[in-house]
Nanobody, 127 residues
Framework: QVQLVESGGGLVQPGGSLSLSCAASGSIFSRNAMGWYRQAPGKQRELVAAVTSAGATNYANSVKGRFTISRDNAKNTVSLQMNSLKPEDTAVYYC?????????????????????WGQGTQVTVSS
């Protein structure tokens, strides 16, 4: 069973910084993308940033230049450094891991799940 455990988050003033971390444990398919999503009250969950096991990154336009995602493949961890935070960044942030289904098929690996989620951590940006 795969578990994602998040840490970090909290309350910060506008313009401040926070760092989120997520550690994945269990039976994890090596070809994957780890990332962060967020959900604000009354809004849909949206992708913030993701990084593949090969190192390719993807950011939401709203966080480009302010947030940096990184991962440690050996430890199955992903981190999100958030700088120049704005009130609109306030949300519950969720860690996610998604498997590369095509890679699994090519490698003959049977996947029983395609993605996993953390429990979420609150980030509040307010003065």
């Amino acid at each position: 069973q795969v578990q994602l455990v998040e840490s970090g988050g909290g309350l910060v003033q506008p313009g401040g910084s926070l760092s989120l971390s997520c550690a994945a444990s269990g039976s994890i398919f090596s070809r994957n993308a780890m990332g962060w999503y967020r959900q604000a009250p009354g809004k849909q969950r949206e992708l913030v940033a993701a990084v593949t096991s090969a190192g390719a990154t993807n950011y939401a336009n709203s966080v480009k230049g302010r947030f940096t995602i990184s991962r440690d493949n050996a430890k199955n961890t992903v981190s999100l450094q958030m700088n120049s935070l704005k009130p609109e960044d306030t949300a519950v942030y969720y860690c996610n891991i998604q498997y590369d289904i095509a890679a699994a098929q090519n490698m003959g690996v049977i996947l029983y799940d395609y993605d996993h989620w953390g429990q979420g951590t609150q980030v509040t940006v307010s003065s």
